[in-house]
């Protein structure tokens, strides 16, 4: 069974494409012979929209571009020179520092939203997803709904079974997604001074924020990764130690696409007593660890706790923070500075803080790295779809658990008030009612059944500095719901848990009132923006 739809190009279309994709039948390819900047715009307008990477280019990119002089372009050109010179400075002298040093813009469509979090997981790598707030996902890919049909589970006794829920799954999301938006335009009115194109689009937004928690996990996306040889490499190393059938399938597709690119850097991967005996040390490790874990603590039911929970912190935070302000524009080393901040008047204290973080105008204006002395790590408990934003912060450390229906269900206030919330249970019902009867057979392949409106626990550690960041830019206006409500618990349990009330105060750009539509300055600002390009 093919898991993958393939596209179909015209022979003039093939003739284009080939100079700029390492393929053109494959759900896996690497951008060439592009300038950056092209490369970053076609990833940037990649993540709002619902086409292929290669027919985005096709239609909105080729065109405004001079490929006559690329009619003749090889790829490889010089590559076997470079080849032989790395060899020498890599497999020779093992520097893996030149393995940064290269780097690859990377297409990975019809991934199903549980790889996209393994594909996503390393740090050292820059991604964009397709988002499920500007595309509606009861759009057809070859006449077919959107979500991952694992080969295995299709030919095994639930394949039909697992289509047939997905389809109504799918149809059920089509169906409250429509009814959500007719909710929305009766009660909202229109600003006068708001073009229809800006008002039907920030309504449209908003159901589909609201509707997005039906769409199951195995529902496909498309992802960008540029990142260096050394994190593709390290990427594909435990995506080949992963449980999921799908990780490893997609592992090979993705080292065969950048071999044509970057193949020395990736030489090591699938040699025996390098790379192989990497990813069977990563197996073993966990493999080992999760039935050791199972064994202790299987059986013991969880406590009810809060959905953000602050689990630790820095009693001497402020005293860190302190020192590490003054480290650099002092002589003093770091534990004397630490002795003598101690003993310093409240009025000093304060007036330290406000030297180094300044007149902070926009959220984009970020203190330094003294900021990076104080940590908080929090326990979370969300639904899977805040997760997926919340989980693509690299700096942070991240770990989350199983996805299952076991931690219930969020259902948005909208889809209640739109009269959707039968409707909305019954897919819930369907997509426990799947899982459970995967389960047993089919432990890994069960969580694609599981709905984003379920919930997952996961634990968030992450410095002060990071902090600024990721909590002012996921309370934004413009941000789904369901996390700016993570991110406001955790900057007020930062403040009053903790008691770190200046670090608290220093983020200064936290957005607590929730618009009445989260996208509606962000189109007006897009529109603007295409009247002064016109």
């Known amino acids: ?71 003749t372009v090889d790829a490889t050109v010089g590559l076997d020179r470079a080849e032989q010179l790395y060899e020498k400075v890599f497999l020779e002298y093992g520097d893996d520092s030149v393995a940064q040093l290269g780097g690859v813009h990377l297409a990975c469509e019809q991934a199903s939203n549980i790889l996209t979090k393994i ?33 295995i589970l299709m030919e095994s006794r639930f394949g039909a079974r697992y289509v047939g829920d997905m389809d109504r799954m799918f149809d059920a999301y089509s169906v409250i997604a429509d009814g959500v938006t007719e909710h929305i335009r009766s009660t909202v009115e229109k600003n006068p001074a708001d073009s229809d194109f800006v008002y039907r689009q920030a309504t449209r937004a908003k159901a ?30 435990r995506m080949r130690a992963h449980p999921l059938p799908e990780a490893r399938a997609y592992a090979d597709l993705m080292l065969e696409e950048l071999r044509k690119v970057i193949p020395s850097f990736l030489k090591r ?33 969880a406590d009810r706790v809060d959905a953000v929970t602050l689990i630790d912190h820095d009693p ?18 770091e534990s004397q500075l630490r002795a003598r901040v101690a003993k310093l008047s409240d009025e000093d204290r304060l007036a330290l803080v406000n030297a180094y973080v300044g007149d902070r105008r926009n959220r984009r204006h970020k203190p330094g790295r003294a900021f990076e002395s104080v940590d908080y790590r929090f326990d979370v408990l969300s639904d899977y779809g805040a997760f997926r934003d919340l989980q693509r912060h690299r700096l942070l450390t991240i770990e989350w658990q199983s996805l299952t229906p076991n931690h219930g269900y969020s259902r948005p206030d909208l ?27 089919y432990p890994q392949q069960a969580s694609y059944a599981v709905s984003m409106a379920y919930r997952i626990r996961y634990v968030m550690q992450f410095n002060a500095r990071e902090a600024i960041h990721m909590l002012e830019l996921r309370s934004s206006p413009q941000g789904h719901p369901a996390y700016r ?50």
């Open 485 to 534: 409500t993570v991110a406001l618990e955790m900057h007020r349990q930062i403040a009053e848990v903790a008691g770190h009330k200046a670090v608290a105060a220093v983020m200064s750009h936290m957005t607590t009132e929730a618009p009445e539509l989260e996208r509606l300055a962000a189109e007006r600002r897009a529109e603007e923006k295409r009247g002064q390009r016109s």
């Open 316 to 333: 001497d935070a402020e005293e860190k923070l302190l020192a590490a302000i003054c480290y650099s524009s002092s002589h003093l080393p």
């Open 415 to 441: 889809v209640v008030e739109a009269g959707q919330q039968e409707a909305f249970d019954e897919v819930m019902d369907r997509s426990a009612a799947l899982f459970d009867d995967l389960q047993e057979s």
């Open 208 to 237: 589909l924020d609201a509707a997005r928690g039906l769409l199951p996990a195995a529902s496909l996306s498309n992802v960008g990764i540029y990142g260096s040889g050394q994190a593709f490499e390290g990427l594909l190393l």
């Open 269 to 301: 991967v699938d040699i025996e007593g390098r790379g192989v005996e990497w990813s069977d040390y990563l197996r073993t490790n966990a493999d080992n660890t999760s039935a050791l874990v199972d064994r202790l603590f299987g059986d013991l039911p």
């Open 119 to 151: 594909l996503e997981w390393g740090r050292l790598a820059s991604y964009l997803e397709q988002s499920t707030r500007y595309i509606s996902y009861d759009a057809r890919l070859g006449g077919r709904y959107r979500y991952y049909r694992d080969p």
């Open 1 to 71: 069974m093919t898991v993958y739809v393939p596209e179909e190009f015209s022979a003039s279309e093939a003739d284009i494409l080939r100079r700029y994709f390492t393929t053109l039948d494959g759900p896996v390819f690497a951008l060439v012979n592009l300038p950056e900047v092209v490369k970053g715009a076609l990833f940037a307008r990649y993540s709002r929209s619902a086409k292929s990477l290669r027919r985005l280019f096709l239609d909105e990119f080729v065109g405004d571009l001079d490929i006559s002089g690329d009619q």
